[in-house]
């Protein structure tokens, strides 16, 4: 099993390749990461040390396995959101264009270092992604849909999807996505407001999903100046998805925030199907590679029945 401190191996980099995915991690320390976005790179630190350390070793890395690799960006990685800053172009060549596109077995996603902190698409979730495409669901409601990743992938299995997200530049984006796929809009969704309210709408119309992507953000605010948080706030969003879940419908839980892993949101979720009389089991998707133990956002299905 890869250590932490350990470059991904020429013989994995292969594989990406031959699953059509060129975006990934390389490399996880205690103190940041470095991902792979096509040609450009992305290295994650929380402090100087770091940066510099994994600088150096991106550079011995890609003599070694081969790689060239266009532009380096760098974003510090702060204790708390509001420190957020856009990546910085390290090495590379100048220009105003900062963005590019990236594929995911075969999927195509655009990505941009110049519009925030996130470039566009999370690359930890890639297996809950496969994993939609696999289930092939007929209407997915996406909450807290940022960019649309997960509806592309269920939206290229032949689902209907349902996107909300605050950001409606997020969903203009999400729109472009599909545009990039060849995937037209006609029976997508794309809803500019805050998914607690939006949920109880699409219960009182009696709408019902079968797959449904709980991804909050840690902490937002709405427009109107609700603010959510993701620890006393997951379970109050989990209730309000069940309303509309079909009866073996599948919800994925997932969060990047630290004191929520993958048990505390078993539990949770057992709670909340006790409070509403439903029943389902749970199941975690396959260990990324690219990704040591622990790294990553925590994900659990939960598969009602």
């Known amino acids: 099993m890869r250590t932490q401190s350990e470059w991904i191996d020429a013989a994995l980099l292969r594989e990406f390749d031959a699953e059509g995915t060129n975006a990934h991690r390389l490399c996880t320390i205690q103190d940041g990461w470095v991902e792979r976005f096509g040609r450009d790179i992305l290295i994650s630190y929380k402090n100087i040390a770091a940066r510099e350390r994994l600088t150096l070793e991106l550079y011995l890395w890609g003599r070694s396995a081969e790689v060239k690799f266009g532009r380096v960006f760098a974003r510090f ?9 856009t990546p910085r172009r390290r090495f590379g060549e100048k220009g105003e264009n900062l963005a590019a596109v990236v594929t995911e077995r075969h999927l195509k996603f655009a990505i941009d270092f110049g519009v925030g902190y996130s470039v566009g698409l999370f690359i930890d979730q890639r297996e809950n992604r496969s994993y939609l495409r696999k ?9 807290f849909a940022y960019t649309c990743s997960f509806s592309v992938a ?9 996107n909300v997200d605050l950001s409606k530049k997020s969903l203009t984006r ?3 996505n599909f545009s990039l796929n060849y995937l037209p809009t006609n029976n997508h969704q794309f809803i ?8 109880p709408r699409l219960a009182r119309r009696g709408e019902k999903f079968d797959i449904i992507i709980l991804d909050p953000p840690t902490f937002s ?14 379970e109050k969003l989990l209730l309000a998805a069940l ?6 419908a599948h919800i994925l839980l997932s969060t990047n925030c630290s004191t929520l892993r993958e048990h505390a949101l078993e539990v949770m979720g057992r709670y909340c199907l006790k409070s509403s009389r439903r029943a389902g089991k749970f199941h975690r998707s396959p260990p990324l590679p690219d990704f040591p133990p622990g790294n990553g956002a925590s994900t659990v299905w939960l598969s009602l029945r």
Do not use: I, M, Y
């Not at 269920?154 to 349902?162: C, E, K, L, N, Q």
């Open 154 to 162: 269920a939206a290229s299995a032949g689902a209907d999807t349902v």
């Open 135 to 143: 289930s092939a669901p007929k209407r997915l409601l996406n909450c």
């Open 243 to 248: 309303e509309v879940a079909e009866r073996n």
């Open 77 to 85: 990685l702060p204790r708390k959101n509001e420190g957020r800053q």
């Open 174 to 176: 999400g729109q472009e």
């Open 221 to 234: 605010r709405s427009h109107s100046g609700k603010a959510f948080h993701v620890e006393s706030d997951f």
């Open 192 to 199: 500019a407001d805050d998914v607690l309210s939006v949920l």
